[in-house]
């Protein structure tokens, strides 16, 4: 059955791949990126060529996650055009790499300004249509990083990822009642396919950043060579975009809590499978069972 999803994020990486696995799968998708007439333009030109090369329904929709103005516009856009929306996945994130100690806590709150509030802007925006609809999914990007390995030098993204997700798991027992699904997605370290590090921030002040080359020189160069071993045949990018076509298509009720996409296998799966039925059992001890699958209504 086709929905309507809207995807944050999407002018590259994840969301791109995301969008437009979601419109093969004859899904209605908004890619919503900022800057679409500016230095995004050209990945908006690709979008709609790609949609009429296969025939599917894949828009755009200028959507900053920084701004709650352009968030509550953007939302508006797509209940005016659709009349509905099904599916939130909240994918826009911003990754920054250097010395935890080299980042100023300006520098700190941005990154958490893109890949947490970004989020609960959006909720704020859409929540207010999924609750009165009573169904739908919100569906979070999230990291193995969370709950897996994690090598140094990222600790701002680490952070502002494990606070996503813990956004995610108090929204998905607060929004079952409503009928509205949660699932997390979490992907492993991908060295290949996105351009996560390539655009990555980095701290401005270069003095701390001479102390910790002293020592730790060449520190990103070995840790992405070894994750790049770690990758064995076969794993691509795309098996995330694979991953979130599953858990859009299956119904209602029967979505999975969190999907791990982890080829190199970081752990991560192995602390979230324990972390997920300690947090089960504990609702279920308190009588608050129902709030771990969403209510389903005929």
Known sequence: MSTTVLITGAS????????????????????AMRATTG??????ADAAAYAKEHG???????????????????????????????????????????PAEAFTPQELAAVYDTNVLGSQRLNRAVLPHLRERGRGLLLWIGSSSTRGGTPPYLAPYFAAKAAADALAVSYAAELARFGIETTIVVPGAFTSGTRHFANAGHPAETAVLAAYDERYGGLMEQVGARLAELQ?????????????????????????????????D??????????????ARFLTRIGLDDLLGPRVTA
């Open 12 to 31: 590259s990486g994840f969301g791109a791949l995301s969008a437009r696995a979601l419109a093969r799968a004859g899904h209605t998708v908004y890619a």
């Open 39 to 44: 230095r995004n333009a050209e990945r908006v």
């Open 56 to 98: 599917v329904d894949l828009r755009t929709v200028e959507l900053d996650v920084l701004s709650q103005e352009s968030v509550d516009a953007a939302v508006a856009t797509v209940l005016a055009e659709t009349g509905a929306i099904d599916v939130v996945v909240h994918n826009a994130g911003h990754m920054v790499l250097g």
């Open 232 to 264: 064995p045949p076969g794993a691509d990018v795309s098996m995330v975009a694979d991953a979130v076509v599953a858990v859009v298509g299956a119904p209602h009720g029967t979505r999975p809590f969190r999907v791990h996409v982890d080829p190199a």
């Open 266 to 279: 970081d752990g991560s799966a192995e602390v979230s499978e324990v972390a997920d039925r300690v947090r």
